[in-house]
């Protein structure tokens, strides 16, 4: 630890909440940091400051699973990689609103209803809308979507029904994304959070860390979501399933994840820094951790594939930190 670390870190934090942006290279120094008690203490400063001291509490159901069309290496649902999950269409309304409020009795706050399409065919996304009507006129919880591709005329509908906010991710920097995926470009997702924002829901786009990107993609992603101004940010950390090309890869420390969210909220001061995908296998409990270092969300009770914490556990460990 250096004192000049030490106080480039406090210079940097008094310039975001000066309402000031951080540029790439004082992201680049921030996420290299080794002074990680000042970084972390800095960024949950920021975020007790200008993101407000709750955690938002989400939980996800897999609503049409599997058979994706799409590339994407990291992926368990998509028909390119050979994976031994549960393939399933489009579930049920009936089902789906269960799961609703399963999710609104175990506490959560939102309820996101995510499927593997690269965009649903016209019959699905009728069913969908109908399935949102429902939630929505027989539970008390926030609704959010993950469809895939979107067009202005759907983002309109969505937005009309009360959806609150659609999920749609950058997945890495625009640097690494050939690598990842070669059935559709970067700009195309680019474009999906755009039409998003227009439509008037909230931006819900982050990415996953630990894909073999360099310390500098990772800046190069965070300064990517910046510039789109979401309302929420997911960080997902690899975990490679068996079948997919990214197999076996554990290429992210927890001190890594530490720095990578800690520069991200010194990036995105105002928006929900979510810890998703791959926190149980990476964090190994010590989510708090990174709750304290800039993050103030979780997804609870499973993913989209992979099993995740009770949410009573997860409960317990807010309480534990003293967050609302
Ligand atoms: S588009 Fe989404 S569901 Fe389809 S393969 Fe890529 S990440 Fe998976």
């Known amino acids: 630890m250096t004192n000049s670390n030490n106080d480039f870190i406090l210079k940097m934090m008094s310039k975001v909440l000066d309402r000031q942006s951080i540029t790439y290279e004082e992201a680049l120094r921030l996420i290299c940091s080794e002074d990680l008690d000042t970084l972390a203490n800095c960024a949950k400063n920021l975020t007790n400051k200008l993101a407000g001291n709750g955690i938002d509490v ?28 549960e393939k399933y269409p489009l579930l049920p309304p009936e089902k789906i609103l269960l799961q609703a409020e399963n999710a609104m009795n175990s506490g959560a706050n939102s309820f996101c209803i995510v499927c593997a399409y690269k965009a649903p065919p016209e019959k699905d996304f009728k069913q969908i809308c109908d399935t949102i009507k429902l939630i929505r006129e027989k ?49 195309d997702r680019i474009n999906t959070a755009k039409i998003v924002k227009k439509a008037g829901l909230e931006l819900c786009c982050g990415g996953i860390i630990g894909m073999g990107e ?67 296998v990476h964090l190994k409990g010590d989510d708090k951790k990174i709750l304290q270092a800039g993050a103030n969300g979780i997804i609870t009770g499973g993913y989209l594939t992979t099993k995740g914490n009770k949410p009573s556990d997860d409960f317990k460990m807010l309480k534990e930190i003293g967050v609302r």
């Open 58 to 85: 989400e939980t996800l159901i897999n609503a049409k699973s599997g058979t994706c069309p799409e590339d994407c290496s990291f992926c368990a649902q998509s028909s390119f990689n050979s994976t031994l999950i």
């Open 139 to 187: 539970l008390d919880i926030e609704v959010n979507v993950s469809l895939g591709f979107m067009t202005n005329e759907r983002a309109t509908i969505l937005k009309n029904l009360g959806v609150k906010r659609y999920n749609h991710n950058l997945e890495t920097a625009k640097s690494n994304f050939e690598k990842i995926c070669t059935t559709h470009s970067y700009e």
């Open 214 to 280: 360099s310390v500098e993609q990772r800046v190069e992603l965070g300064v990517a979501l910046a510039s789109l101004d979401p309302d929420e940010v997911p960080i997902n950390m690899l975990i490679g399933r068996e079948g997919t090309p990214l197999y076996g890869q554990h290429l992210i420390t927890e001190k890594e994840i530490l720095q990578t969210v800690a520069t991200f909220r010194f990036l995105m001061p105002k928006t929900i820094l979510k810890i998703a995908g791959g926190r149980e």
